[in-house]
């Protein structure tokens, strides 16, 4: 029997990549003995990852698409969305999981 919860942030893969090359490689065991553009590799590497584990991805008890909380505060760019606001939709994600589960027990 499974106990908790699974979340999947859902990042785009453009976005994480672009924050990895601004604060560098070095503290990514998986990126820093490579040479080459900072970038285009985290984003290679990025794209393999996520590629590898997509169906453990949609497995998940909840999905927070980044994206769609932007769209929701009108706009496109998700590296200006604040913690507070990715929190507060994971646990709105949690409780309606919960709910959903609550409803299918009963």
């Known amino acids: 029997m499974k106990k908790g919860l699974t979340v999947w942030l859902d990042v785009p893969l453009d976005a994480l990549a672009r924050r990895i090359a601004d604060v560098g490689t070095a503290s990514r065991p998986l990126l820093h003995q490579e040479s080459g553009d900072p970038y285009a590799k ?24 980044l994206e769609h909380i932007a769209l929701k505060q009108g706009h496109n760019d998700v590296t200006i969305l604040t913690p507070s606001a990715i ?14 589960k609550a409803m299918v027990r009963n």
Request: net charge negative; no cysteine; aromatic share 10%.
């Open 42 to 65: 985290a984003y290679a590497k990025l794209m393999a990852l996520f590629e590898q584990r997509m169906d453990s991805y949609a497995n998940a008890d909840a999905r927070v698409s």
């Open 87 to 100: 929190a507060i939709e994971a646990l709105l994600k949690m409780e309606s999981f919960l709910n959903e």
